[in-house]
């Protein structure tokens, strides 16, 4: 082959590298740049995000639409007990500074439960039978569980927490935590069925 051929073929196979390395270096950088570029601002109360939302998934910042009521998740707990997993997720109720919580738990199916405080009951779960604004209560479980918190909870960002749990005839809910060996806490609940409330996700 002359020499002048074998010169043109080189000097063709230069420039189709050359050509490659440009191309694949303007597309690594455009993808680099997608990645560094901030998500587009989006609004959490429009339409197309009102799609109910993963209860397993929910975090501080999220908001919750229960009806015309919405709240937003303030802090988090992780808790586990024996391979054995739940959340509970704290939300202000009103202006009265009313704690209320939602419990998420897999047994083998997802189960809520929607919480709220009662700092007016001075009592600790010493009976197997307790009995609140008429309604009898009967002892389920209890046990001791670890914790680890997020957001704002008022806990320690790891702990321990010891519960006892009630329930009455007709499913109303009645829960005592001690949280770090502190003292009783006292919560009324019912469960909320999976899908009746949106989740809006604050990130």
């Known amino acids: 082959m ?10 063709f196979v230069i420039v189709v590298l050359i050509t490659v390395a440009i191309v694949l270096a303007r597309s690594a950088k455009a993808r680099r740049a997608r990645s560094d ?19 397993e998934s929910i975090k501080a910042g999220d908001l919750l639409e229960f009806g015309n009521e919405k709240f937003f998740v303030r802090g988090t707990l992780r808790i586990s007990e024996g391979g054995y997993d ?7 109720a009103d202006s009265s500074a009313t704690r209320m919580w939602l419990s998420v738990e897999r047994d083998p199916d997802v189960q809520i439960a929607r919480w709220r405080d009662r700092t007016d009951l001075d009592i600790e779960p010493k009976a197997r039978t ?8 009967e002892l389920v479980e209890h046990g001791t569980a670890s914790y680890r918190s997020e ?10 927490v010891d519960y006892v749990d ?17 003292r009783w806490e006292v919560s009324t609940g019912e469960s909320v069925p999976v899908g009746s409330f949106t989740i809006y996700s604050g990130s």
Do not use: C, M
């Open 86 to 92: 739940w959340a509970e997720h704290f939300f202000q």
């Open 37 to 55: 570029a901030p998500a587009a601002p989006r609004d959490p109360f429009a339409a197309e995000q009102n799609t109910g939302g993963d209860p």
């Open 130 to 137: 307790i009995t609140i604004d008429g309604t009898d209560y």
């Open 2 to 11: 002359p020499s002048e051929v074998i010169i043109v073929v080189l000097v």
């Open 151 to 160: 957001g704002t909870t008022g806990l320690n960002e790891k702990g321990g």
């Open 166 to 182: 009630y329930q009455s005839g007709d499913g109303r809910q009645l829960s005592f935590e001690r949280f770090d060996h502190g």
